[in-house]
C-alpha cells in the first residue's frame, strides 16, 4: 500500500513538473516573442528612419512627376501634383520614423511631400535675377477655379493643386496670366480662371513712354589707333558710354529684354522708368558688349549678319541680345531715294530669302532695324511676311504702347552725346 501511495505521490509531482516546465517554456516563449518583437519593430523602424534621412535635406529636388498632400484628422490626402525636377526648401526638423511625409516650407498653406518622391541637394539652383520683381503688376486679380494649374513660360505644368486662388496679374497675355507662386513667375490659363477682379495691389504707375537708345561703334579713346580708325561721329568712346551706363545703373533705371519691350508696347507688362539700348550694325562693340555685362545692362546688337562667317561666338552673353539688320541689305544705292537701303524696292522674293537667312542665323530673331532708317509701305509688308513683328527706325522720340510697332522711333547717341542728354531723352 505504501509503494502505491509513493507510486502515486511520484506521479502526482511528475504531472505538477511538467506543468511548471510547460508553463515556464510557454513564458519564456512569449517573453522572447515580445523581446523579439519588439527588437523587429524597432530594426524597422530604424530603417526607415535611414531611408528617410538618405532623401531628407533642407533642399531638396522632386525625382518623378509627385502628389502633394495636405493633413487632415491626421491622415495625409492626395490635394494636387507637383512635376519631376522642382526644387523645394523642407521644413528644418529632427527626422524620425513618422516622417515619411515632409512638410514643405516654401509653398502657399502647407504641404507634404512623401520622402521617395525627392533627393536631397546641397543647394539651390542659382536662380536667375527674379526680373519679374521689377515689373508693376496690375491693379487685377485672378480668382482660379478650384484646381489650379501653374506652367512654367515653357508651357510645362508645374503644380496642380486642388484649391482655388486670388492672386495679382504680373503679366496678362492673350489667353494666360502671369503670376508669381512660389517666388517665381508662373502661368495661369484663362480657361482655369472663374474671375478678375480690380483689385489694389500697387501705387506705381506704368511708365508713359521708353527712350530707345541707338548706338554704333565704341573705340577706346586712350588707343591712337581705335581714335583714328573709328572717327564717325556715331563712334562712342568707352568713357562717354561708361558715363551713360553709370547714369542707367545709378538711378535704377530698368533695361528691358527685346521680350520685355514688345510685351510693353502689347500692353501685357507695366514697366517702371527703362530705357531700351541698342546697338546698329555689330562692327567694333566689343567695347559695348563687355561693359553691359560689367555693368548688368540689357542691350541688344542689330546685325548685319553677312557681316560674320560664324555667329555662335556671339552667344555666350547674359545681357545682350542679338536682333536682325539683315542679311546683306546694308547696301547704300540700291533703291531710289536717301542712301537707297534694299528694304525700300528690292524683289520680294529676294528681301524675303535675306531675310530668312538672317532670321536664321539668330535663331529666329523676330526684331528688324532699317538699314540707314529707309523703309515705306513695302517694306513693312514684306516685313512681316518674313515672320518680324516689330522693327526700328529713328525719330527722337519715345517708344509707348500706341507707336506702331513698324516704326519704332530712337535716339541716335553720337559721340557728342552727354549725360544731361541722355538724361533729357529718358526723362
Known amino acids: 500500500m505504501s509503494r502505491k501511495r509513493r507510486r502515486k505521490g511520484n506521479t502526482k509531482k511528475k504531472v505538477i513538473f511538467l506543468i511548471v516546465t510547460i508553463i ?4 519564456i516563449s512569449i517573453v522572447c516573442f515580445k523581446i523579439n518583437s519588439d527588437r523587429i519593430k524597432e530594426l524597422k523602424e530604424q530603417k526607415l528612419t535611414s531611408d528617410i534621412l538618405k532623401h531628407y535635406n533642407e533642399y531638396v529636388i522632386t525625382n518623378k512627376e509627385s502628389n502633394l498632400y495636405k493633413l487632415e484628422n491626421n491622415s495625409y490626402l492626395k490635394s494636387g501634383k507637383i512635376a519631376k525636377e522642382e526644387e523645394l526648401i523642407l521644413t528644418k526638423k529632427e527626422i524620425t520614423f513618422k516622417d515619411e511625409y515632409l512638410k514643405i516650407e516654401n509653398l502657399a498653406d502647407e504641404y507634404y511631400i512623401y520622402y521617395k518622391d525627392i533627393d536631397a541637394i546641397q543647394e539651390l539652383s542659382e536662380i536667375e535675377e527674379s526680373r519679374y520683381k521689377k515689373y508693376i503688376p496690375f491693379n487685377e486679380n485672378i480668382v482660379t477655379k478650384d484646381t489650379t494649374n ?20 504680373i503679366v496678362k497675355k492673350k489667353d494666360i496670366y502671369g503670376i508669381e507662386f512660389n517666388d517665381r513667375l508662373l502661368y495661369v490659363k484663362k480657361e482655369d480662371v472663374s474671375e478678375t477682379k480690380e483689385n489694389k495691389n500697387t501705387d506705381k504707375k506704368n511708365t508713359s513712354g521708353i527712350a530707345v537708345l541707338n548706338y554704333h561703334f565704341f573705340y577706346d579713346e586712350t588707343k591712337a589707333s581705335e581714335r583714328n580708325d573709328c572717327n564717325q561721329i556715331i563712334c562712342k568712346s568707352k568713357s562717354g558710354f561708361k558715363k551713360h551706363l553709370d547714369y542707367i545703373k545709378e538711378n535704377n533705371i530698368f533695361t528691358p529684354t527685346m521680350s520685355e519691350f514688345e510685351m510693353y508696347l502689347n500692353k501685357e507688362i507695366n514697366l517702371p522708368k527703362s530705357t531700351l539700348i541698342t546697338i546698329d550694325d555689330g562692327w567694333r562693340t566689343g567695347i559695348a558688349t563687355s561693359l553691359l555685362e560689367e555693368y548688368k545692362l540689357n542691350g541688344t546688337i542689330f546685325l548685319i549678319t553677312s ?16 536682333h536682325s539688320h539683315g542679311d546683306n541689305l546694308h547696301n547704300q544705292g540700291v533703291c531710289p531715294g536717301g542712301q537707297g537701303g534694299a528694304i525700300k524696292c528690292l524683289a520680294k522674293d529676294k528681301l ?11 535663331d529666329g530673331s523676330t526684331a528688324f532695324c532699317y538699314p540707314f532708317y529707309e523703309y515705306n509701305s513695302y517694306s513693312i509688308e514684306v516685313l512681316k511676311e518674313a515672320g518680324f513683328t516689330m522693327a526700328f527706325e529713328g525719330g527722337f522720340k519715345k517708344a509707348t504702347p500706341s507707336t506702331n510697332k513698324f516704326k519704332i522711333p530712337r535716339y541716335v547717341m553720337y559721340d557728342s552725346t552727354t549725360v544731361s542728354q541722355l538724361k533729357s531723352y529718358i526723362g
Request: hydrophobic content about 45%.
Open 352 to 362: 524675303l530669302a535675306d531675310l530668312a537667312l538672317s532670321r536664321e542665323k539668330l
Open 307 to 322: 557681316w560674320f562667317e560664324e555667329i555662335n561666338f556671339l552667344y555666350n552673353k547674359k545681357y545682350v541680345e542679338y
Open 24 to 27: 515556464l517554456i510557454i513564458t
Open 150 to 169: 501653374f506652367y512654367d513660360e515653357s508651357d510645362n505644368l508645374i503644380y496642380s493643386i486642388d484649391t482655388s486662388f486670388n492672386l495679382p496679374i
